[in-house]
């Protein structure tokens, strides 16, 4: 059974920082593209940042130089690290682990940014 759980959720101020996880099990972790996305309310859910098997890294414009996304395969964990945060950044964030033609979603976990 494959499980992706979320950790690190939390209220936040503007220009704070948050550092969320991902901890997966039941899959080959290292072959696994892993991503973050989010979904606020009333939108789409979107890509915020992705980071390959071999360690490649793509990002939202609008995240680029604020959030990192790194991975620990030895713990077969993926992280994000959120600087700078904007109320616009508020939302639930998903963790996706993906290889063709499998794909899989964790529960989400919100966060919040607000003075």
């Known amino acids: 059974q494959v499980q992706l759980v979320e950790s690190g959720r939390g209220l936040v101020q503007p220009g704070g920082s948050l550092k969320l996880s991902c901890a997966a099990s039941g899959i080959r972790f290292n072959i696994y593209t892993m991503g973050w996305y989010r979904q606020a309310p009333g939108k789409q859910r979107d890509l915020v940042a992705a980071?390959?098997?071999?360690?490649?890294?793509n990002y939202a414009d609008s995240v680029k130089g604020r959030f990192t996304i790194s991975r620990d395969n030895a713990k077969n964990t993926v992280y994000l690290q959120m600087n700078s945060l904007k109320p616009e950044d508020t939302a639930v964030y998903y963790c996706n682990a993906r290889r063709t033609p499998y794909e899989y979603w964790g529960q989400g976990t919100q966060v919040t940014v607000s003075s």
């Open positions: 980071i390959s098997s071999g360690g490649s890294t």
